[in-house]
C-alpha cells in the first residue's frame, strides 16, 4: 500500500515544518510550505491525498485556497486548522467543502486519525 | 424597538470592539506559538520512542528542536510582554505618552490583523523626545481605525508608513498607504473615527497626493499645551 501523501500549509512555517517532520516519521509523506500561493505552485507538479490548511494566512486565506484546490484537484481532502476556541469557523467549512477540522494546538493522534479517514485508509 | 444610540454609548462599544480585535489576535499569536512548542516537545517524544527501539539518538537534531523550543518561548514572552504593556498603557484614563513608544505598541499589536489583510506596517522614524498628554485608549484606537480604514480596502503588499511630528501646539499623525476604499464601503468606519477624534479634542483628514495614494492626518490637542 503506498504511503498516504499530505501537504500541509501554515504561514507560521515552523509548525507546517514540524508536523511535517512528524507525520514523515509516522509513515507519511508529507510537505509543509508557508503560504497558500506556495501551495498552488506545488499542486501544479504533484498531487496529494489530503492537504492541511490553516484558515487564517496572509494573501490568499484558507477557505478561499480551499476552493481553488477543489478546482484544481477535487480528489484531494481536504482538514482546515482553525486557531479559534470554537468549532463555529470548522462547522462552517465542513458547509464549505471541507472533509473536516482541527482546533490548534492539535493532537497528533487526532491528526493522524484524520488524515487516514479522509484518505479513506 | 432599537434605541436611539448617542455618541458616548457608540464610544464605549467601539473600546470594547478594539480591544476583543486586539486581545483576539494577541491569544491567536499565543495559540500559534504555543501550538509550535508542543510540537516541537511531541518530535523530541517521537525521538525518545525510537532511540529505545533502538535507533540510534540523533544529537544534532535534538539540539535543533531545543533551539527551536528556546526561540519559540521567547516569542511567545514576548507576546505575553507585549500584551501585559498594552494593559498597564490603558491604566489612567489621562496621561502623558511617549509618541515614538505608543506608536510602536500598537503598530505591533496590529500587526497580525493587518497582514492577514495584506496591510504591511512601517514606523518613519519619530522623535522619542515627542510626547502628549491624552487619553492612551482613544489614541491606540484612533490609529487603529485609520489601519482598518485602509484595511477595507487591501491590495496585498501594500505598506503603510506610519509617522509623527510636532507643530506648534499640535501633534500630526499620518498613516500614509494606498488608495483607500470608496466613501460608502467606509462611511461608517469615518463616523467612528470622527467621534473617537472628537473626544480626544482634535480632528482628522483625509488626503489625497498626486500619485492617488491617500493618507488619513490625525491633528491633536497636546492637553499639556493646551494648559500653558
Redesign the interface.
Known amino acids: 500500500m503506498n504511503p498516504i501523501s499530505v501537504l500541509l500549509v501554515d504561514d507560521?512555517e515552523?509548525?507546517s515544518l514540524?508536523?511535517a517532520?512528524?507525520l514523515e516519521?509516522?509513515g507519511f509523506i508529507a510537505r509543509g510550505v508557508v503560504s497558500s500561493e506556495e501551495a498552488l505552485d506545488l499542486i501544479e507538479k504533484e498531487e496529494f491525498d489530503v492537504m492541511i490548511i490553516d484558515i487564517?494566512?496572509?494573501?490568499i486565506?484558507g477557505l478561499d485556497l480551499m476552493q481553488r484546490v477543489k478546482q484544481k484537484r477535487p480528489e484531494t481532502q481536504i482538514i482546515l486548522f482553525t486557531?479559534h476556541g470554537t468549532d463555529k469557523e470548522g462547522e462552517t467549512a465542513i458547509d464549505d467543502g471541507a472533509y473536516d477540522y482541527l482546533i490548534?494546538?492539535?493532537k497528533?493522534e487526532d491528526l493522524i486519525a484524520k488524515i487516514e479517514k479522509a484518505a479513506g485508509k | 424597538m432599537i434605541m436611539p444610540i448617542n455618541k458616548e454609548q457608540i464610544l464605549k462599544d467601539q473600546a470594547m470592539i478594539f480591544l476583543g480585535k486586539i486581545m483576539a489576535s494577541l491569544s491567536h499569536e499565543l495559540n500559534n506559538t504555543v501550538a509550535i512548542i508542543k510540537e516541537y516537545n511531541g518530535l523530541l517524544d517521537d525521538l525518545l520512542l525510537d532511540a529505545r527501539k533502538g535507533s540510534p539518538i540523533d544529537d544534532k537534531k535534538v539540539e535543533r528542536v531545543s533551539k527551536k523550543i528556546a526561540s519559540q518561548t521567547e516569542k511567545g514572552a514576548e507576546i505575553i510582554r507585549r500584551f501585559n504593556k498594552f494593559a498597564h498603557s490603558l491604566d489612567n484614563p489621562i496621561s502623558s505618552i511617549g509618541l515614538n513608544y505608543m506608536l510602536q505598541s500598537i503598530i505591533a499589536l496590529s500587526r497580525r490583523l493587518t497582514e492577514i489583510k495584506g496591510i504591511y506596517l512601517k514606523l518613519d522614524s519619530v522623535d522619542d523626545s515627542l510626547s502628549l498628554k491624552t487619553s492612551p485608549l482613544l489614541f491606540q484606537q484612533a490609529i487603529f481605525q485609520c489601519f482598518e480604514l485602509f484595511m477595507a480596502n487591501a491590495d496585498a503588499n501594500t505598506q503603510l508608513i506610519i509617522s509623527a511630528e510636532k507643530t506648534d501646539d499640535k501633534i500630526l499623525v499620518e498613516i500614509a498607504g494606498t488608495k483607500l476604499a470608496d466613501d460608502r464601503a467606509i462611511e461608517s468606519n469615518m463616523q467612528i473615527l470622527d467621534i473617537i477624534m472628537e473626544h480626544l479634542n482634535g480632528s482628522f483628514e483625509k488626503k489625497t497626493g498626486s500619485d492617488d495614494n491617500q493618507s488619513i492626518v490625525l491633528s491633536l490637542q497636546d492637553l499639556n499645551a493646551a494648559r500653558t
Not at chain 1, 56 to 59: I, N
Open positions: 507560521e515552523d509548525l514540524v508536523l517532520e512528524r516519521m509516522k487564517k494566512m496572509p494573501g486565506g486557531g490548534k494546538p492539535i497528533i
